[in-house]
C-alpha cells in the first residue's frame, strides 16, 4: 500500500488524479466510479481471486484500460489486462521473511510509470515541480550540493 501511495504522491504532484482502492469491498464500486477515460492500475502479486474476477469484468465491461503489475504467472488479472508489467517472483506465496524483492520490483516499475508520464510534458511538468516546491517545499538546502 505504502509503494501506491508514494506513487500517486509523484503523480499529484504532475496534477494527475489517482485513488488508491484500499478498502475491502470498495474496489468494485471504485471500478464501477471511474471516469471514462481513466486508467486503471492493479498491483497483485496473485491476480487471481474471485474479486480479481468481479473487478476485471467490471472494468472491461466499462472499456477503462488496466495496465497490470503482477507475477510472471498467467493469471485473471494479466488475461485480462491492456498491458502487464511483471514485478519479481522469488519469493514464496507464505515462507517468505520480507517482500524484499516483490517491494524493489514493484517500486521500479511504478517509477517507470512515473518517469514515462513525466517525460511525455517534461519542460512543463518540470517548470511546474519547480514553481510549486518553491512555493510548498519549506526545507533549506544544507549544503552546496542541494542548492538549486
Not at 5 to 25: A, H, P, V
Not at 43 to 63: F, H, P, Q
Not at 84 to 101: N, P, Q
Amino acid at each position: 500500500m505504502l509503494l501506491a501511495q508514494e506513487f500517486q504522491f509523484k503523480m499529484e504532484r504532475l496534477k494527475y488524479q489517482l485513488k488508491i482502492s484500499n478498502l475491502e469491498g470498495e474496489h468494485i464500486y471504485d471500478a464501477l466510479n471511474m471516469p471514462i477515460d481513466a486508467c486503471a492500475i492493479i498491483i497483485s502479486y496473485t491476480g487471481s481471486n474471485t474479486k480479481m474476477k468481479e473487478i476485471m469484468d467490471v472494468l472491461k465491461e466499462r472499456a477503462i484500460s488496466v495496465i497490470a503489475i503482477t507475477s510472471f504467472s498467467e493469471n485473471i488479472l494479466s488475461a485480462n489486462a491492456d498491458a502487464i508489467l511483471h514485478m519479481a517472483t522469488r519469493e514464496r506465496l507464505y515462507s517468505k521473511v520480507g517482500h524484499y524483492s516483490t517491494n524493489t520490483s514493484v517500486t521500479h516499475l511504478l517509477d517507470i510509470l512515473y518517469s514515462s508520464m513525466f517525460a511525455r510534458n517534461f519542460e512543463d511538468n518540470m517548470n511546474h515541480i519547480i514553481r510549486t516546491s518553491k512555493i510548498a517545499d519549506v526545507r533549506q538546502a544544507t549544503t552546496s550540493t542541494m542548492k538549486e
